[in-house]
C-alpha cells in the first residue's frame, strides 16, 4: 500500500536558519506529492505540489523536488520566519487522470521558528 | 477566494448525545473527503464522495458514524451515539473535478469536538 514517512518533529530553528523536512514515500507508479501546513486552529493549506519525476514545487520562498529514485520529496526553505511556525504535512495521491484522489499523509512535523 | 466551510467550529456535549457536523464544500467540488485528526492518530480519513457518491467509508465506525451528501452544497457527518474517544478534530475538504494531473484538495478549518 501507500505510505509517507516524515521527519519527527518538533523543529525548532531561529529566524532566517535553513528548513528541511524530510519527505520519503512508498507508492506503486508516479504518485503526485504534495506539502500541506497547518497553522494553529486552521485547516491544512496546500502548499505546493509537483505531479512527476524532478519536477519542482515553490511556494512562499518554500521548495520540494520530486526524486524518484529515492522516493523523497524534502521541503526546503533558505530562510525561515516566525510566520512559518506551522505543522507540515507531507501527502500523496495515486497516479490519476481524474479528480481530487484519496491523499495519504504524512504524521506532520511541527515547525517553530523564534525570534 | 472561495473555501469550504463547516459548522460549527467548535462543540461540547456529552457521552451519548447525537453530534451533526456539517461542510459546504467549494462550490463545482465533486470529491468531498471527512479526516478526523487526533494527537495519537494523527489525519485518518474517514470517507470520501465524488459526485455525492460514497466512494470509500472504510476509515468510519459504522456502528456510530454516517455520512451523507443530501445535495451537492452539503456533505454531513453525524456520530450517534457518542462517546469521549470520539473527541477530536473533523476536517471537511473538497476537490476539483478537472482530468489530468491530480488536484489538491481544500479543507475547511474543522470541527472542534469535545465529548464529556
Known amino acids: 500500500g501507500n505510505s509517507v514517512t516524515q521527519m519527527e518533529g518538533p523543529v525548532t530553528l531561529s529566524e532566517e536558519a535553513f528548513l528541511t523536512i524530510n519527505c520519503t514515500y512508498t507508492a506503486t507508479g508516479y504518485p503526485s506529492l504534495f506539502w500541506y501546513v497547518q497553522y494553529p486552529g486552521e485547516g491544512l493549506q496546500l502548499l505546493l505540489k509537483?505531479?512527476?519525476?524532478?519536477d519542482k514545487g515553490s511556494n512562499k520562498g518554500f521548495e520540494a523536488t520530486y526524486r524518484k529514485e529515492t522516493t523523497s520529496f524534502h521541503l526546503e526553505k533558505g530562510s525561515v520566519q516566525v510566520s512559518d511556525s506551522a505543522v507540515y504535512f507531507c501527502a500523496l495521491s495515486p497516479i490519476s487522470s481524474g479528480s481530487a484522489r484519496q491523499l495519504t499523509f504524512g504524521s506532520g512535523t511541527q515547525l517553530t521558528v523564534l525570534p | 477566494d472561495a473555501r469550504v466551510t463547516q459548522t460549527p467550529r467548535h462543540k461540547v456535549t456529552e457521552m451519548g448525545q447525537e453530534v451533526t457536523m456539517r461542510c459546504q464544500p467549494i462550490?463545482?467540488?465533486?470529491?468531498v473527503f471527512w479526516y478526523r485528526q487526533t494527537m495519537m492518530q494523527g489525519l485518518e480519513l474517514l470517507a470520501y464522495?465524488?459526485?455525492?457518491?460514497?466512494?470509500?467509508d472504510s476509515g468510519m465506525p459504522k456502528d456510530r458514524f454516517s455520512a451523507e451528501m443530501p445535495d451537492a452544497t452539503l456533505a454531513t457527518l453525524k456520530i450517534q451515539p457518542s462517546e469521549p474517544r470520539d473527541s477530536a478534530v473533523y476536517f471537511c475538504a473538497s476537490g476539483l473535478p478537472t482530468t489530468g494531473a491530480n488536484q489538491p484538495q481544500h479543507f475547511g478549518d474543522g470541527t472542534r469536538l469535545s465529548i464529556l
Open positions: 464522495f465524488r459526485n455525492r457518491a460514497p466512494l470509500d
Open positions: 462550490l463545482g467540488h465533486n470529491t
Open positions: 509537483a505531479t512527476k519525476a524532478d
